[in-house]
């Protein structure tokens, strides 16, 4: 069972960027997915996460209107698009797993990725 | 929203001794959706328990959790060089934002 970050870089402010995590190991379509950021030497922040067939999305108001997280099942891929980057969106930002199938309930996260960084600077 | 707040922020502890962790929320977390993960510098975070007191898959039988409603508390009962690291507690569930706490740092006295 293995998640894996990428896409992340250094971008000016008002840039976008496309965040990836490829899955493997375990049933990707059955599983809420989720994106988690770290502010360099701050805690943990949710920002968002999207159901299994990718038609619920919710997210943390500080990102609301500039990011928008998707899936692609058939790729067992999950994305994060980020839009109108900020100097505070700079991060280490994880994709992460709920420990169960959905049911309705959104569950701990059992599975991390290594993280990807973002960096936004002029 | 349900803020949660961690206390202490840093913990200083010789191995071998008793960590208490507390994580309080602004509200009560239902049915005791309430996570505790160990995050270790430049790795990603751990799950250590959900459920509030449910170890997950492959974590030491030192680690304990307990609480419900408002207060949570993580137990770490007898502290090993591979413990001093920073944890996290979120509350998880069916209402989105899945917030976490601040954090508490165990460091080594």
């Known amino acids: 069972v293995q998640l894996l970050e990428s896409g992340g870089g250094l971008v000016q402010p008002g840039g976008s960027l496309r965040l990836s995590c490829a899955a493997s190991?375990?049933?990707?379509?059955?599983?809420?997915m989720s994106w988690v950021r770290q502010a360099p030497g701050k805690g943990l922040e949710w920002v968002a996460h999207?159901?299994?067939?990718?038609?619920?999305?919710w997210y943390a108001d500080s990102v609301k209107g500039r990011f928008t997280g998707s899936r692609d099942n058939s790729k067992n891929t999950l994305f994060l698009q980020i839009n109108n980057l900020r100097a505070e969106d700079t991060a280490v930002y994880y994709c992460?797993?709920?420990?169960?199938?959905?049911?309705?309930?959104?569950?701990?996260?059992?599975?991390w990725g290594q993280g990807t960084m973002v960096t936004v600077s002029s | 929203e349900i803020v949660l707040t961690q206390s202490p922020g840093t913990l200083s502890l010789s191995p071998g001794e008793r960590a208490t962790l507390s994580c309080r929320a602004s509200q009560s977390v239902s049915s005791s959706y309430l996570a505790w993960y160990q995050q270790k510098p430049g790795q990603a975070p751990r799950l250590l328990i959900y459920g509030a007191s449910s170890r997950a898959t492959g974590i030491p039988d030192r680690f304990g959790g307990s609480g419900s409603g408002t207060d949570f508390t993580l137990t770490i009962s007898r502290l090993e060089p591979e413990d001093f690291a920073v944890y996290y507690c979120?509350?998880?569930?069916?209402?989105?934002?899945?917030?976490f706490g601040g954090g508490t740092k165990v460091e080594i006295k």
């Open positions: 992460a797993r709920d420990g169960i199938p959905y049911n309705g309930i959104y569950d701990a996260f059992d599975i």
């Open positions: 190991g375990f049933t990707f379509s059955s599983y809420t």
């Open positions: 979120q509350r998880y569930g069916s209402s989105p934002p899945l917030t």
């Open positions: 999207v159901t299994p067939d990718g038609r619920q999305q």
